[in-house]
């Protein structure tokens, strides 16, 4: 998934867009040691791509404005900070559902068509994290369960958070950590979301997930926050792979 | 509290290395039992001494692990050299394996690399996950030592000492508590077991001549002795070796022993 089909459908949200515009105003007024020249330029540039694409506006509202291109190949900008908030990152906004998630897809697919809009992202500006879907996933998933721990929504959110550890693996170590670390306490504890406690610990392992930067300090808390609510992240030893493989080596005999 | 970190800690229970390995990574017997024996986590001390094994048991095993799985096709030469050593250190290293590899079934190198390199930036972290105080009565410089990556991807830890290296202050603290130090290494001195027994003759030679008590003789051959000295005489060791029921009755302290089957 591009980082503009991303930001299309969480652009035809009314409620992600309403938390958009609060973290523009939010971004802007922390970041006060930029002249207000740049930032008045930047919100010409908006203003007037904006209305080069007032019909589709209409359709979709908001959505061109992680296009880079249009008709007159105006290139249109999002504040490098907002691209790195995540619109679940306050724990305020809802975060469209799995389901719900495929035909935002294809809406903003056909909007993409509809406005005559390459479909190539733009890269992200420097600096700025990558989005990645499985990350959202995983967290959404997980913030489903600790609402709904019902079994179907518990296996899905594991299953996410494991792809997510896996995907993430290379580009972001930390959040693959974490997401491990919270597949391996659903796995290896006996009703991982049986009490308030855990599934504290296990909403606020979510939004650690979509964290631009995870220190090691949060990802220590976290842990400790996960042994404090007994949530267990080893199996007992003859359960893992190592005492499998000790098992196995007891019967050699030695010549 | 004397040498201790500032943390406020009633301990009443004192965790050996080997109890600390079951707690994480014990078999579901054994892991029930150091659990039980070692809570509330707030009545629990250990030594720096502790802290330094914990992190050379984890440093070997883990960054060999993460290591291999990076480097090597085969994975069968990694395990092997978890088998290596004598005595407790080979089942210290599986105890210590056992808690990347994930569960049985089938072997998974990419989360086994991931659940590696977070245990070894959380060392520390993870030690004090199980205990209330880490008391530091010997300013040890190697239990404050962190693992490091070097560019050949394999993971680091300065784990030995020379004597006259001046990072520590082991010299000093055994002098305040010689004569307790004699009586454990005596009792030691005394036993049938010829490890035991060399021990407790290092351990004797140390109480004699201050020179010798830093570097290997601390580090290497004395180690049960140095963990056992930060143990007060009204607390309860809690272990899984034996070293320890022969050094508690010199010194004068009691122990509970986990049994482990490994």
């Not at chain 1, 306050?90 to 935002?104: D, E, F, I, T, V």
């Not at chain 1, 897809?105 to 600096?127: C, F, I």
């Amino acid at each position: 998934m591009t980082y503009q089909m991303i930001d299309a459908i969480r652009s035809v949200k009314k409620s992600d867009r309403a938390v958009f515009k609060s973290e523009a105003r939010a971004w802007k007024a922390n970041n006060s040691p930029m002249s207000a020249v740049s930032r008045s330029a930047g919100r010409t540039k908006i203003g007037a791509a904006g209305r080069q694409h007032a019909g589709a506006r209409q359709s979709l509202s908001g959505f061109s404005r992680g296009l880079k291109s249009g008709p007159a190949g105006t290139s249109l900008r999002i504040p490098t900070g907002l691209r790195s908030i995540g619109p679940v990152a306050g724990g305020a906004a809802a975060w469209p559902s799995a389901q719900g998630n495929s035909s935002l897809v294809d809406r903003a697919r056909s909007a993409l068509v509809a406005t005559g809009a390459q479909a190539e992202p733009a890269k992200p500006p420097m600096g700025a994290p990558r989005r990645d879907a499985s990350l959202y996933e995983a967290a959404e998933s997980l913030r489903q369960a600790t609402i709904a721990p019902e079994s179907a929504a518990i296996g899905w959110a594991a299953s996410m958070l494991q792809r997510a550890a896996h995907a993430e693996a290379d580009r972001r170590p930390r959040h693959a950590a974490v997401a491990l670390s919270t597949w391996d306490a659903i796995q290896c504890t006996d009703r991982p979301f049986g009490s308030q406690a855990r599934r504290k610990v296990l909403w606020d392992a979510s939004r650690l997930l979509l964290s631009p930067f995870i220190s090691t300090d949060d990802e220590m808390a976290l842990l400790d926050r996960m042994d404090d609510a007994d949530l267990e992240r080893v199996p007992p030893f003859e359960d893992t792979y190592a005492g499998h493989v000790l098992e196995d080596l007891r019967g050699d005999s030695v010549r | 509290m004397r040498g201790t970190s500032s943390r406020t800690c009633v301990a009443i229970r004192f965790a050996d290395t080997t109890a600390l390995l079951e707690l994480h990574a014990g078999t579901s017997a054994s892991r029930s039992a150091a659990r039980q024996a070692l809570q509330p986590k707030d009545e629990v001390a250990t030594s720096e001494h502790v802290q330094r094994e914990w992190k050379r048991i984890l440093v070997s095993a883990v960054g060999s692990l993460v290591e291999a799985v990076d480097n090597e096709p085969d994975l069968s030469a990694a395990f092997a050299r978890l088998g290596n050593g004598y005595g407790r250190t080979s089942s210290q290293r599986w105890r210590a394996a056992a808690m990347v590899t994930g569960s049985a079934g089938s072997f998974n190198a990419v989360e086994t690399k991931i659940r590696g390199r977070q245990l070894l930036r959380g060392l520390d972290s993870r030690l004090r996950r199980g205990v209330g105080d880490v008391r530091s009565s010997s300013s040890c410089g190697l239990a404050r030592e962190q693992p490091h990556e070097g560019g050949d991807g394999r993971w680091r830890i300065k784990d030995t000492c020379k004597r006259g290296e001046g990072i520590c202050a082991h010299e000093s603290r055994l002098g305040r508590d010689v004569a307790r130090w004699r009586s454990g290494a005596d009792a030691l001195a005394r036993h049938e077991d010829p490890a035991l027994r060399k021990m407790g003759k290092t351990g004797q030679e140390m109480a004699a001549r201050p020179q010798v008590r830093t570097g290997v003789n601390c580090y290497g051959r004395t180690g049960d002795l140095a963990i056992a000295l930060d143990c007060r005489a009204n607390e309860l060791l809690v272990t899984t070796d034996a070293s320890f029921e022969v050094i508690a009755q010199g010194m004068g302290f009691t122990i509970h022993r986990i049994s482990i089957r490994t």
